[in-house]
């Protein structure tokens, strides 16, 4: 079984920089895909910010791109995310989702990111 945690959600002030972390545990499969969402509110819609594949491929939401960069880490499945440049409409949960080539995806249970002006 998979678990995930999410770490580094912070309040911050606009124009402010966080980094986000995703570490992984249990039996992972090489080929996978590591993505950070986005939600508003439990309950609410997530939202897709940054996905990183095994070769390297990135996918970035359009607000982000430019100011926001996935990258994985140093242990293997672990994901991170750097935040710059931050604004109000980047508050929300942050949760981490793996997403195998084959199998089930599992999600963490978020961390808070909250920008204020």
């Known amino acids: 079984q998979v678990q995930l945690v999410e770490s580094g959600g912070d309040s911050v002030q606009t124009g402010s920089s966080l980094t986000l972390s995703c570490t992984v545990s249990g039996n992972i499969v090489g080929t996978n895909t590591m993505g950070w969402y986005r939600q508003i509110l439990p309950g609410f819609r997530r939202e897709l910010v940054a996905?990183?594949?095994?070769?390297?491929?990135?996918n970035y939401d359009n607000d982000v791109r430019g100011r926001f960069t996935i990258s994985r880490g140093d242990t293997e499945g672990a994901v991170n995310l750097r935040m710059t440049n931050l604004e109000v409409k980047d508050t929300g949960i942050y949760l981490c989702k793996y997403s195998p080539s084959w199998g089930e995806p599992t999600w963490g249970r978020g961390t808070q990111v909250t920008v204020s002006s």
């Open positions: 996905a990183i594949a095994s070769d390297g491929a990135t």
